[in-house]
Every structure is written in C-alpha cells, then in structure tokens.
C-alpha cells in the first residue's frame, strides 16, 4: 500500500484561476469574480479549519506583465503572503490558459517571454517563503491545445492548429522549468491534464480505432515532456516529475455521443485510470482536479476517494487529492452560479457559506485516509 508523503494535507483545494478570453474576445479573471483575489487570507485560514493545509493557486500573467519585461507583482502579492503567513503549501499556477495582449502565442517570444516570467515568479515566492515550491507550469496542455487551437472555444481561437499548439506549450513548460530550477533547484513541477475513458458504440474496427485514438491522445502532453513521443523536442524524463490528473464525472463519453454514467458495464473505475497512469509513467500522481454541482458534491467525492483508496492499495503512488473549484465559480460562458466548493460566494466581510453535506463526507475521507495512512506506516515497521 502507498504511504503519500509529498504533500503537507493529502485534501487540498484549487481555486479558479483561469485568465483566458473567450471566443467572444471577452477576458476571464476567476480569482477576481470569486473574490479569492480579495479575500485570499481569509480564503485559507477557512480551509485549515478543515484540515486543508495545500492548495492550488494562480499568478495572473496577463496583470503582472502588462509591459514587457516589467513585473508589477501587486495582484498576487495578497496570495503569496496569506499562504507564507498562514504556512500554506501552495502548487502555483503560472499559465492558466491566459497571457499578456501583446505577445503572439504562436511565435518563438512566447516561449521566451513566459520562461522570463517564471523565473521572475519563482524569485517572488523565494523571497517569502523558506519551503519547497510546486509550479503547475502550464496549465492542461492537451485540452487547452484542443479547446484553443482545434474547436476555437478559447484564446488563441485556432482550427486545425492543434498539434502546433501543443508543441508551443511543452516547449514553454519546459523552457520555464530550466527558468525555474535555476531559480531554486529544490522546486517541484506538477503537470496537470484530464483523464479520460472513450468508447465507441460500434463493435467495426473503424470506430474502434477512432475511440481508442481519441484516449491515447490524452497522454500527448506528458509524452512529448518526457520525451517518449517525439525527442528532438527536447523533451526528457526530468520534465515530468508529478502527474496532475483532472477527473470529473463526464471525463468519460461514446465517441460523438452521450457521457457514460459512473456504475454503467461501459464505465471504466478510476482506480483503473489511475494504475494505467502510473505503469505508464511510474511518477507521483496528483488529483489535481475534481468536483461536481450542487447536492452530488459529496457523493462525488466519496467514489473518487474510495477509488484512490483501492489504488494505493495497489501501490500507486496516489499522493493527493484536490477539491476544485474549491469556492462557487460563475460559469465561463454564462456567467451562471457553479455551485461546486466547499464554500459559496463571500459576502461583503469575505465571510463564505459552508457547503455541509462536502464538508461531512471530506472530514470522513480524511479520517479513512489518516486510518490508511496509520495502518501502511504500521505494516513498515
């Protein structure tokens, strides 16, 4: 049985941190519409009540470097230091699908530009804090090259441009890991993306092979990191140090169909995602992502924590788990009430309403968990 050990609370919660624009041209700023930006102090202090000691968070890149070369560090300052004064471990978003209005994200300045900055980042956070950093560079390659460069569903609104857009974002997350290691060489990278499960409705070879195409292709990003798909791109195993994976109820569908239920024969368990992810990688993994709406919050919780149990039971190296979004969200393209955290909307003090049924089942996972964790230290010696 795994033992996690990497992180400073096996629960963590992610706040929403996307900066990207939509296809409309309009630009998101999630930690602005949750008032984390605001209220981050409060923020964490309200998550240690309940045990969570490790979040995700988010540099605004678009903010910071409004001009070139010039980094205005006022919009995350707030963050950095709640998190250093509250002893908070935090695996900082660099690039959450966002960047400054005056670089071309196809050129080589990109790469350039986004390398400088995450140097620049990670001497802000030395400078606050004594203790091991975690960076999730670039945030979900694969999808982000999908949504961004194939189905124009985000910035830079591409088509057809998939494949070059990954390529740009590994050579960027790569370019800011060397940035970052000279830095502080003790920094640790989390690589997040989904995991998904496709399968096609036709027993024909055809759509056999499309639906398992569509799943391999899952992997692109942390391939071409550790060098396993195309190596002239530099890619090499230290680029992948811990697996982010993202996992919601709808990760999993028929090919050009409907999302198959969790409990349906076709339903893959995630434990066994899990395992696939690990005799693939043999790296740490992270849920860096999960969550679902309303009055499932808890339920969701529940199967996912069971199905990490059964994995580390198998000696996956599972080492934690992230609530995320961690606070209500409004939607990206609606602006609707995503009711998804562990708490809501702040009022005008920065006070959040508890959700009681997630609050429940998370302080039951975290007494299994500390129970696994008690009895695979015990079965050490």
């Not at 985000?154 to 997350?173: D, F, I, T």
């Not at 990191?225 to 990760?251: H, T």
Request: with cysteine; aromatic share 10%; proline share 6%.
């Amino acid at each position: 049985m795994h033992r996690p050990t990497l992180f400073d609370s096996f629960f963590l919660g992610g706040f929403e941190c996307s900066t990207h624009r939509r296809a409309d041209g309009r630009r998101l700023d999630m930690l602005a519409a949750t008032g984390h930006d605001r209220w981050a102090a409060q923020d964490l202090t309200s998550l240690r009540l309940h045990g969570i000691r490790g979040v995700r968070d988010g540099f605004r890149w678009h903010l910071i470097e409004r001009v070139p070369g010039q980094y205005d560090w006022s919009s995350v300052l707030p963050q950095v230091q709640a998190a250093a004064e509250r002893e908070t471990q935090v695996i900082w978003d660099l690039c959450h699908y966002g960047w400054p209005d005056d670089i071309d994200i196809w050129r080589p300045e990109f790469v350039e530009r986004f390398a400088r900055f995450a140097a620049a980042a990670a001497r802000l956070v030395a400078d606050h804090s004594d203790a091991v950093p975690f960076y999730a560079p670039i945030n979900e390659i694969s999808f982000w090259s999908w949504a961004g460069g194939d189905m124009a569903m985000m910035n830079p609104m591409g088509r057809g441009r998939g494949l070059e857009l990954k390529h740009q974002l590994v050579r960027a997350s790569m370019a800011a890991i060397d940035a970052i290691r000279e830095v502080d060489r003790r920094a640790r990278f989390v690589q997040v993306d989904p995991v998904i499960h496709v399968r096609a409705t036709s027993v024909r070879p055809g759509p056999q092979r499309e639906a398992e195409n569509c799943r391999q292709a899952q992997f692109d990003g942390w391939d071409l990191l550790s060098g396993r798909l195309w190596p002239g791109m530099g890619g090499k195993p230290e680029y992948l140090d811990i697996i982010g994976v993202n996992y919601y109820s709808d990760n999993q569908w028929y090919l050009g169909g409907d999302t198959i239920p969790v409990g349906h024969p076709d339903y893959r368990p995630f434990s066994g995602i899990l395992s696939e992810i690990h005799k693939r990688y043999g790296r740490p993994i992270l849920v860096a992502e999960t969550g679902a709406e309303g009055d499932l919050r808890g339920e969701w919780l529940g199967y996912v924590s069971e199905q990490v149990a059964m994995a580390q039971a198998r000696g996956v190296p599972v080492e934690g788990i992230c609530l995320y979004p961690v606070l209500d969200y409004p939607g990206w393209e609606n602006d609707r009430h995503c009711p998804t955290g562990l708490y809501g909307f702040p009022d005008s003090e920065g006070i959040r309403p508890l959700h009681p049924g997630l609050a429940d089942e998370l302080h039951r996972q975290q007494a299994r968990f500390a129970e696994l964790a008690k009895t695979a230290k015990a079965s050490l010696g």
